[in-house]
């Protein structure tokens, strides 16, 4: 037996359905016995020849002044790291210090593993992708939904999207993923997407929503293995009151042989790093659990294979921010910033002639969607903003217009609003 099905046996023995789940590429993927994984065996070595990486013979970097100039504000020991080799999975003090945010107020007796590192959430969604997407797997999405979604899937991998809409007659419809799977054959394995605070839609389900999506997918999962992909890019960014704000990642946990959920998120918008790129995948799992040591094989694999090693520099500033007293007060006053432009630009679009403009529900993260009237294209009217007023927005077909109040000072809300409503009068001849 090779170590691909060794791993394999050990997966199928934890988590039968997430073997079951798993693509060609993600069954013949292992970990190697290569470079990295010998020079971790040797760290710590009084002579280690492993690192093709330039030191001083001691272990420190041997930057260019130029170079190291960038990082003066940083201890020597942190500049250090952030100039060598990061591990294959990330640095483990970064890691560790990750899951202890991730695991704030949760309960202890849920078992999840320690995140492994990725470059970015849309590096994870890749990863995830490649384990568990191939050529025909269904994955079940709310639509409209965020477009890359359709790249990383169907592009990358032969997947195939399919998506109900997440809005019925202006109202957010929590089964939407559920739905998306009614047509698929008992027993075919399948991934849903669930993505809150969402993108485009900028919604989190209520507590009454989140009860029935979660029954839908205990329901479907009934009928065949589903792994369910927790996007938690906007984690935290909800404005409202009574709205839950941890993610449906820790419901889902033990809840249903069949089902499998895995979180996906990072430093991207929790802690407003949109150039670090650091993200991060987690499973369901204790960490030394033979499912998740199968797991962190294969993802591992892929790492290498791909970007080889991530980004040490990015990982070194997210630590020192999460070692900070004060962060949760800064990622707190970043919230507080993004609740005021989402109440302007709420006000404004409630202002709005719904036969002409019609918002539809949003609560959180930094999207709002706009529906337009019937046979009103959104691109040609995206194309006429730009050209005519001044505003550039997002289009979705059929009939959306996705806001971001993220990007757009507070007291400029109404007045982009007011340009909105302008260029659908012009293209309605009114």
């Not at 079940?140 to 399919?162: C, D, I, K, M, S």
């Not at 707190?332 to 002639?353: F, I, K, N, P, S």
Request: glycine residues 8%.
């Amino acid at each position: 037996m090779n170590a691909a099905q060794e791993i394999n046996r050990a997966l199928a023995d934890e988590s039968p359905a997430l073997a079951a789940a798993l693509s060609p590429l993600g069954r013949r993927t292992v970990y190697p016995k290569g470079i990295p994984f010998q020079a971790a065996q040797a760290r710590g070595k009084a002579y280690n020849g492993t690192i093709g990486q330039i030191t001083d013979g001691a272990g420190r970097a041997v930057p260019l002044p130029s170079l190291a100039a960038a990082f003066d504000g940083m201890s020597a020991a942190g500049r250090d790291r952030a100039l060598l080799y990061s591990p294959i999975d990330g640095l483990a003090e970064l890691r560790q210090a990750w899951q202890q945010r991730q695991r704030r107020e949760i309960d202890s007796s849920l078992p999840s593993s320690l995140p492994i590192m990725t470059l970015g959430l849309t590096h994870g969604l890749s990863l995830i992708a490649d384990l568990f997407g191939g050529e025909g797997r269904a994955v079940a999405v709310a639509e409209p939904f965020w477009g890359n979604y359709r790249q990383v899937f169907e592009t990358r991998t032969g997947a195939r999207l399919v998506s109900a809409p997440a809005y019925r007659e202006g109202r957010f419809d929590p089964l939407a993923p559920v739905r998306a799977l009614a047509d698929l054959a008992p027993g075919e394995p399948a991934l849903a997407i669930v993505n809150f605070p969402s993108n485009p839609g900028g919604y989190s389900p209520r507590a009454d929503e989140r009860a029935a999506l979660l029954a839908g997918l205990l329901e479907e999962a009934e009928k065949r293995p589903l792994v369910v992909l927790c996007d938690d890019a906007y984690a935290g960014l909800v404005y409202e009151e009574g709205v839950p704000t941890d993610s449906l990642f820790w419901s889902l946990i033990g809840c249903h042989r069949n089902l499998v959920p895995i979180k996906i998120d990072g430093a991207t918008k929790e802690l407003s790093f949109f150039g670090g790129r650091v993200g991060f995948l987690t499973f369901p799992f204790a960490p030394d659990s033979p499912a998740t040591v199968a797991l962190e094989s294969k993802v591992k694999c892929l790492l290498r294979a791909t970007v080889g090693a991530p980004v040490a520099a990015s990982q070194v500033a997210v630590l020192e921010s999460l070692r900070s007293p004060a962060v949760e007060t800064e990622v707190a006053a970043v919230r507080e910033l993004l609740a005021g432009r989402y109440r302007v630009l709420a006000e404004a679009l409630a202002a709005c002639d719904p036969a002409r403009l019609r918002p539809l529900p949003f609560n959180s993260g930094c999207f709002a969607l706009v529906e337009l009237p019937a046979g009103l294209d959104p691109e040609a009217l995206r194309r006429h903003l730009l050209a005519e007023h001044d505003t550039g927005l997002i289009a979705i077909r059929p009939r959306f217009l996705r806001l971001a109040h993220c990007s757009v000072a507070a007291e400029a809300l109404p007045e982009l609003v007011r340009r909105l409503e302008a260029g659908v009068a012009d293209l309605l001849g009114s």
